[in-house]
């Protein structure tokens, strides 16, 4: 039978893999289902009707879409559970305030971090140099804010948090970036290179993040796909 949670996901998708950590970081057990986002199943259709995208999280049947929201569900439906978000604390102003943080920052990993990344792989020449330097200043924007912490907000006690979750599986990307936009994270931002090695060497992320390798070859597919040479 079904089980509680099923995920419909698909295998290098950066915010499939936001919800994959979650639920492995709340030890919750889940059922992995990968999609063909060129062939569509009905119960993507069905039960995200509104983006038609993936991840979609089923909880005992009921849908919830957007990786963010779905782990801010995730904390909110399973309380007993490590939380990602720092704790309401109803009326705390400054546990409201680390929340208020932490969305911030997971919003503008959102808002930067993909679109950026896809005109790396994209575009050519002093285009895609350029796109070189603004993903170099996104990393920089990102160092700054971990400053010389271990995670980002939001977690505590030396795990994951909610920021955390939400940007590492761009470090699968890295490489490619790396490869695409003539860089190296290591010298442009040397403390988020650590902070990524750091996330690496933690279960739920080494299980559920495809080496950078294997992302370039996905990124090699995509460059065929878009006639981008
Ligand atoms: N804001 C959303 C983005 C999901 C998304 O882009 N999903 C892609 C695959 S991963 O890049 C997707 O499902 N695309 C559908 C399609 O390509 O048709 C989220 O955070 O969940």
Known sequence: EEKELVLLDFWVS????????????????FEYREEDLGNKSDLLLRSNPVHRKIPVLLHAGRP???SLVILQYLDDAFPGTP???PPANSGDADAAYARATARFWADY??????????RLWRLKGEPQAAAGREMAEILRTLEAELGDREFFGGGGGGRL??????LVPFTAWFYSYERCGGFSVEEVA????AWARRCG?????????PSPEKVY???GVLKKKYGVE
């Open 14 to 29: 950066p915010f499939g893999q936001r919800c994959r950590i979650a639920m492995a970081e709340k030890g919750l057990e």
């Open 64 to 66: 919830v879409s957007e």
């Open 83 to 85: 939380h990602l978000l």
């Open 109 to 118: 990993v959102d808002k930067k971090l993909y679109d950026c990344g896809s």
């Open 161 to 166: 948090g909610f920021v955390d979750v939400a």
């Open 190 to 193: 040397p403390r988020l290179a």
């Open 201 to 209: 060497r933690i279960d739920s992320v080494a299980k559920h993040l």
């Open 217 to 219: 070859d996905f990124v």
